[in-house]
């Protein structure tokens, strides 16, 4: 129920990107996009579209590992750019 709720607010909004915190439910965040999310350049980064929304997962802002600052830098400059391995 959740699913289909969230699924019809970014069919509805048409936001330009739909970020998802935690790798843990990538299962989930597949089923809110209705597409297969792809590993993308940066590590821990999966994408896909769902109509003219990029949906992103990324890792949870209090994962362990590189310098999480740096990491969602990279990702906000990416974000910027278009994410052009996801088009």
């Known amino acids: 129920m959740r699913i289909s ?3 019809k607010l970014v069919d ?3 936001p330009r990107c739909v970020v998802m915190y935690g790798s843990a439910h990538t299962k989930q965040w597949s089923q809110i996009g ?3 999310l792809l590993e993308t350049h940066i590590g821990g980064v999966l994408a896909g579209k769902r109509g003219v929304s990029t949906m992103l997962v990324v890792r949870h802002p209090v994962a362990r590992g590189e310098t999480i600052n740096a990491y969602y830098e990279s990702v906000g ?3 910027i ?6 088009r």
């Open 5 to 7: 709720k969230i699924q």
């Open 12 to 14: 509805i909004h048409r």
């Open 34 to 36: 209705g597409v297969s």
């Open 77 to 79: 400059r990416d974000l």
């Open 81 to 86: 750019a278009g994410f052009p391995s996801t």
